[in-house]
Structures are given as structure tokens and as C-alpha cells.
T-cell receptor, first 113, second 109 residues
Framework: DAMVIQNPRYQVTQFGKPVTLSCSQT?????MYWYQQKSSQAPKLLFH???????NEADTPDNFQSRRPNTSFCFLDIRSPGLGDAAMYLC????????????FGPGTRLTVL | DQQVKQNSPSLSVQEGRISILNCDYT??????FLWYKKYPAEGPTFLIS?????DKNEDGRFTVFLNKSAKHLSLHIVPSQPGDSAVYFC????????FGTGTRLTIIP
């Protein structure tokens, strides 16, 4: 089955210790997105890649970076996690940008100690 | 500034009855609207969508209504089934997808 896979599903890190979250897709979609969702809040777009073109949201902190080494994989790097970065991180893909349906992975829940 | 609002955090409906989930938006540039469904420990799953040029879209038990003048949309589920128990997110697109905070729907057997 074509899908969006996120690893790990649960990640615990220490305050200030860099952490990387992984997303892979078998849908061969051009666009990959990273969202942050805090408890009882709406998922919030951090950035997205259209193919190799990186698009950062204006209010995404510099602490968050992303890499997309190939079509299938996209990584979210948090350089110095703070307690406020504890959240669910959702990866999504779509064939094209705009109104194309986005398909989400199961998410990675990040805990910062 | 929450551009997509779901004012009911939770809703309980008897099995077999109609579930109505509501969503309001403030950005008149939104031209496409979607509903996503989310089970615990899973990512959101696309359910149904509607373009701003339409006022209704139906897919089986699910119907979405759009009232552009009121900047309001709603999702109707008829008849409601226990498997419909989930969190439902309303979302809207102008240049990006903007989500509401979700409504937790519980179907009572």
C-alpha cells in the first residue's frame, strides 16, 4: 500500500539536544510538508518542499530546519529543542501544491525533558 | 489569529442520528475547503472537500455544505455509526492549508 511513514512514532530528547524526525513516502508525490500540532490546537504548517524547492513559513522559528535528499524522504531537524517544542509533528505529501489532497503520516510525538 | 474556527470542541450523537459539525472562517481568499478525520495515534485522513464555487458536495453518508456569505461550512453525517467516532478537522486553502482546532465526535451506541 502506498503510504506516508514517519519514524520514530515517539521521540524523547533532552532540552537543547538536537533531534531529527524522519518521513518517507511511497506515493511519489512532488510536495512534502511538515506540520506541528500542539495539544488541543490546529496543525500548523512549518514548511514544505515542492520537489527540491524549500518554502519556509514566515513564523517558523530558525531552530527548525528541513532536508529533502530525494523524492521519497524528508527530515525535520530541531537544532536546540526547547520545552515549548514538545508536540506532535505531522508529515504530509501531495502530488501538487494548491488544492491537491494532502496525505498525512501517523505523526511523531516529541517529548522534551 | 485563528482563521478557521471550530467552536465546538466535542459533540455526542446517538447512533443512527445525524451528526452536524460546524466550521467558520474569516479569510475571504479561501477558495477550497476540506474535512479531515483523525483517529487516535493516526494522522488526519482526507474525508471530503468542496470548492468555493459550489454550495454542497455529497459522498455517501457525508455531505459538506458551504455558505460563503456567512463564511460557514458544515459536515453532515447521516446515519452516524460508531466507527465515525474521531476528531474532525475543518481546513481551508488559499496558498496553504489552514486547519481548525478540531471537534471530537463521539457516537453513542
Amino acid at each position: 500500500d502506498a503510504m506516508v511513514i514517519q519514524n520514530p512514532r515517539y521521540q524523547v530528547t533532552q532540552f537543547g539536544k538536537p533531534v531529527t524526525l524522519s518521513c518517507s513516502q511511497t506515493l511519489n508525490h512532488n510536495v512534502m510538508y511538515w506540520y506541528q500540532q500542539k495539544s488541543s490546537q490546529a496543525p500548523k504548517l512549518l514548511f514544505h518542499y515542492y520537489d527540491k524547492d524549500f518554502n519556509n513559513e514566515a513564523d517558523t522559528p530558525d531552530n527548525f530546519q528541513s532536508r529533502r535528499p530525494n523524492t521519497s524522504f524528508c527530515f525535520l531537524d530541531i537544532r536546540s529543542p526547547g520545552l515549548g517544542d514538545a508536540a506532535m509533528y505531522l508529515c504530509a505529501t501531495s502530488r501538487a501544491a494548491g488544492t491537491d489532497t494532502q496525505y498525512f503520516g501517523p505523526g511523531t510525538r516529541l517529548t522534551v525533558l | 489569529d485563528q482563521q478557521v474556527k471550530q467552536n465546538s470542541p466535542s459533540l455526542s450523537v446517538q447512533e443512527g442520528r445525524i451528526s452536524i459539525l460546524n466550521c467558520d472562517y474569516t479569510n475571504s481568499m479561501f477558495d477550497y475547503f476540506l474535512w479531515y478525520k483523525k483517529y487516535p495515534a493516526e494522522g488526519p485522513t482526507f474525508l471530503i472537500s468542496i470548492s468555493s464555487i459550489k454550495d454542497k458536495n455529497e459522498d455517501g453518508r457525508f455531505t459538506v455544505f458551504l455558505n460563503k456569505s456567512a463564511k460557514h461550512l458544515s459536515l453532515h453525517i447521516v446515519p452516524s455509526q460508531p466507527g465515525d467516532s474521531a476528531v474532525y478537522f475543518c481546513a481551508a486553502i488559499d496558498e496553504k492549508l489552514t486547519f481548525g482546532t478540531g471537534t471530537r465526535l463521539t457516537i453513542i451506541p
